[in-house]
């Protein structure tokens, strides 16, 4: 159980358009989505935390306007890469929890690579 | 800010070997510790976990205890199998179960050779 999936797996887009990557909990109601990124050879930094139904907590540094983050039902929480740059080129990872049971952990997501060109 | 430093990679050992991946911290208060793994095509998976010094953590063969005074949380393995092969992340939350931020070291890709 607890499985988190993520689409697409790999993408590349031109340099100036938007590109949305879903994240979905398969079989549990994901109240918390997290997104992070990761850098080749670095840590998965935190980009933001969202709540079903809230807008998202971004953290210091991450511009949300450039990263759009919906988290509209229980079992879907999707990022959008707006106005897409070569910088922006990274691979995004989803985490997913459901706040009502205690002491769950988080559940990660496989991966999305963004190439843009 | 909180921080994990982890042994760089890549690791390359042989089938049975002893496996060590250094993992230090650095956090405020008091913080939960984790070891994470990434097997390839997959999502990462909680391998173990403490949330209080002197805890040790233990999974699959693995065990990691959790060191106040070096402020430390080794990943070891007495027999490591092919299956192992697979990238391992370090991380600490300020939760007990890792509900809440993870900060994560930069990941040890592991390859084991049969």
């Known amino acids: 159980g607890a499985v988190v999936s993520q689409h697409p797996s790999w993408v590349i887009c031109k340099s100036g358009t938007s590109v949305k990557i879903e994240c979905r909990s398969l079989?549990?109601?994901?109240?918390?989505m997290f997104w992070y990124r990761q850098f080749p050879k670095q840590s998965l930094m935190l980009m933001a935390t969202?709540?079903?139904?809230?807008?998202?907590?971004?953290e210091q540094g991450v511009e949300k306007d450039k990263f759009l983050i919906n988290h509209a039902s229980l079992t879907l929480s999707t990022l959008t890469v707006t106005s897409a740059h070569p910088e922006d080129s990274s691979f995004y990872i989803c985490s997913a929890r459901d706040g009502r049971l205690a002491g769950l952990e988080q559940f990660f997501g496989p991966g999305t690579r963004l190439t843009v060109l | 800010g909180d921080s994990v430093t982890q042994m760089e990679g890549p690791v390359t050992l042989s089938e049975e070997a002893f496996l060590t991946i250094n993992c230090t911290y650095t956090a405020t208060g008091y913080p939960s510790l984790f070891w994470y793994v990434q097997y390839p095509g997959e999502g990462l998976q909680l391998l173990l976990k403490?949330?209080?010094?002197?805890d040790k953590g233990s999974n699959k063969g693995f065990e990691a205890t959790y060191r106040k005074e070096t402020t430390s949380f080794h990943l070891e393995k007495g027999s490591v199998q092919v299956s192992d092969s697979a990238v391992y992340f370090c991380?600490?939350?300020?939760?007990?179960?890792?509900?809440?931020?993870?900060?994560f070291g930069t990941g040890t890709r592991l390859t084991i050779i049969p």
């Open positions: 079989d549990f109601q994901a109240t918390t």
């Open positions: 969202s709540n079903e139904g809230s807008k998202a907590t971004y």
């Open positions: 403490a949330t209080k010094a002197d």
């Open positions: 991380a600490l939350s300020a939760s007990d179960f890792g509900n809440e931020k993870l900060t």
